[in-house]
């Protein structure tokens, strides 16, 4: 269902992304336990980069330097888990969401990685992950139209939709979601092993709170 372009995979060759397909789940308020751990990992996180800059942590930097290495500029351009972390440093906690919105933004602050989550009945046809052109564009969860040229964007026989900046107002996920694609964007440093259980410790806890069926790979 998602491929890495070439133009991708020859400017990184070990770029890899995590994939998880969901079917028949349900969105909601989150369970008290998931409320619980991203208000409590946040008020630690928080505490940690009172010591340390954001942009110190191993998988900022690398994630800063994928964004480079595209031609994004990630002084402007921020990875969406540098945008969340400095948010926690400024003391300006992430509130809850909904159940789907607050588990990915719970991983993302615990691996420090950005991740998208899209409502697959609004994605058409195969997914490609790519460098975008000055044609790629849409607006964000965040109300804002952004063009992806020289950035990284999914997209699908309608035109660009994802990215690890800023999920698209098209497919975000609400509580009528009842299938979704989570795209975790690993770092390119990470072994096969590593990746795979990020991606599966990601996929338990969403089946946990969502119930229904999940399948996920790694691609590479």
Partial sequence: MLTLSNELKEKIPTFKVGVITYKDIIVGPSPKMLKGKLHQFQELTYFDLQETSVTEL??????????????????RYRPSSESLLRRVQKQSFIPSIHS??????????????PIGIYDLDRVSGNISLTIGSSSDEYIGINERTMNFENKLVTKDEL?????????????????????AIQVVYLCPSM???????IVDAIQKMFIQIHGGTANAEVIE
């Fill in 191 to 197: 072994d096969r092993n590593q990746s795979e259980q």
């Fill in 100 to 113: 789907a919105a607050d588990v990915n933004n719970f991983f993302s602050l615990y691996y420090k990685l």
């Fill in 58 to 75: 191993e998988e900022i930097k690398e994630w800063r330097s994928v964004f480079k290495q595209v031609g994004t500029d990630p002084n």
């Fill in 159 to 179: 035109g660009a939709f994802g990215s690890p900046i800023v999920d698209s107002k098209r497919t975000m996920v609400t509580t009528e979601t009842k299938n």
